[in-house]
Structure formats: C-alpha cells, structure tokens
Antibody, heavy 123, light 113 residues
Framework: EVQLVESGGGLVQPGRSLTLSCLASGFTFDDYAMHWVRQVPGKGPEWVSGISWKSGSKGYADSVKGRFTISRDNGKNSLYLQMNSLRPEDTAFYFC????????????????WGQGTLVTVSS | DILMTQSPDSLAVSLGERATINCKSNQSVLYSYNNKNYLAWYQQKPGQPPKLLITWASARESGVPDRFSGSGSGTDFTLTINSLEAADVALYYCQQYHTFPPTFGPGTKMDLK
C-alpha cells in the first residue's frame, strides 16, 4: 500500500523559511516523479512543484518560482520542499503527491496523496 | 495557464439518483496524435486528500465503482455518478494535465437531498 507522510508544517512569520518533508513507502520511490500540491480550504488544489525520478528535471508554479526549491533523496525515499521568503498567500495545506506515470517523464496527474501538512504564514 | 471551470458549484441529489458534474477548459486538452484527453477527476471527502477517480477523461482507476463514469472531449467534460450512495457525498475536482502547469477546477460540492 502506498503511503506518503508529510511533516514540517507550522506557523511561520512572513519572510521566513520552512522545509517540508515527505516520507514515501509501499512503492519503488525512484521509479516515479513526485510533486507538491497545495490547497487552501474551500478552494481547488494548486500544483506547486514537481521533480523527476532521478532529479534531472524540476518544475515550479510561477507563484513560487525563485522562492521554493524541490528536492528528493531516493536513498531515503524522501521528498522535500524548501520554502523561502514565505508570504501570507502561501498559507495552505501542502500535499505530497505521487505521479501516476512511471518512468522518466511526468504524467502530471496524481494517483496517491499524503494527508497533508498545514503551513500558516502570519505575523 | 489553462483555466478550468466547473458547474454547478454545488448540487444535492437523492440517494439512488444520478448526479452530473460539468467541467470546461479554456483550451482543448485533447492531443490529436494519440486522441487522448488529458483530463482527470478527483473526489475529496472532508479531512482527506483528493482521490484520483478517472484519468484520460473516461478511464476509471482501479477500485473505483462503475457507478462513476467520465465523458467528453476537447474542452467539455462530464462526471456522472449513477445510483448515488451516501459515501459519494464529497467535493469533486477536474484537472487538466495536457499543458504545463497542471491546473484544477474550483470544485463541485455534492450533497444528499
């Protein structure tokens, strides 16, 4: 059974940094691209960032480009999101999501999700 | 970015009845080279993450009841839930994965009448 467990969320002041982690199990982690998707309660999800299976390719939403950095450690079955210069509009639940397509390219649809971790940016 | 819209915003359906949710994209999500629509549907229950129901506009994921069906092509899509059950009360989202970045609709809230 696929399991994705996020951690690292919390309350942070505007302009500060936070790093999210996602520990994966139940599948061959380095066979899949992985993503971060965020959601403000009551709104549709928003794709934030994705990373290919061997980290050769990374993508970001315009809203976070230059501030967020995605990375992964296949030896530890872990995905990370370094978030710098946080803004109040970054407040959301952040989900780790597994790409539905196996292999080197992205499918950009998501067949397994973690339970999410809440990031609140407020002074 | 491709803009996804959904209608209605919410609907209430009686147990055993049919529910229909519409999704529109402002650009086609059909690739002519493989004749596939890059459109997915998700179900989200309170306090849970989204669950992938349908890909390629009409292909049910493993374990999804056949009461759920997807249809449409190009820019107009429909999720149909036949014989509604109490467990189907949820938010439903469409998502396009044709063009970077992937984008989601705003959601349709399904309640029981």
């Amino acid at each position: 059974e696929v399991q994705l467990v996020e951690s690292g969320g919390g309350l942070v002041q505007p302009g500060r940094s936070l790093t999210l982690s996602c520990l994966a199990s139940g599948f061959t982690f380095d066979d899949y691209a992985m993503h971060w998707v965020r959601q403000v309660p009551g709104k549709g999800p928003e794709w934030v960032s994705g990373i290919s299976w061997k980290s050769g390719s990374k993508g970001y939403a315009d809203s976070v480009k230059g501030r967020f950095t995605i990375s992964r450690d296949n030896g530890k079955n872990s995905l990370y999101l370094q978030m710098n210069s946080l803004r109040p509009e970054d407040t959301a639940f952040y989900f780790c999501a597994k790409d539905a397509k196996r292999g080197y390219s992205y499918g950009y649809h998501f067949d397994s999700w973690g339970q999410g971790t809440l990031v609140t940016v407020s002074s | 970015d491709i803009l996804m819209t959904q209608s209605p915003d919410s609907l209430a359906v009686s147990l055993g009845e049919r529910a229909t949710i519409n999704c529109k994209s402002n650009q086609s999500v059909l690739y002519s080279y493989n004749n596939k629509n890059y459109l997915a549907w998700y179900q989200q229950k309170p306090g849970q993450p989204p669950k992938l129901l349908i890909t390629w506009a009409s292909a049910r994921e493993s374990g999804v009841p056949d009461r759920f069906s997807g249809s449409g092509s190009g820019t107009d899509f429909t999720l149909t839930i036949n014989s509604l059950e109490a467990a189907d009360v949820a938010l439903y989202y469409c998502q396009q994965y044709h063009t970077f970045p992937p984008t989601f609709g705003p959601g349709t809230k399904m309640d029981l009448k």
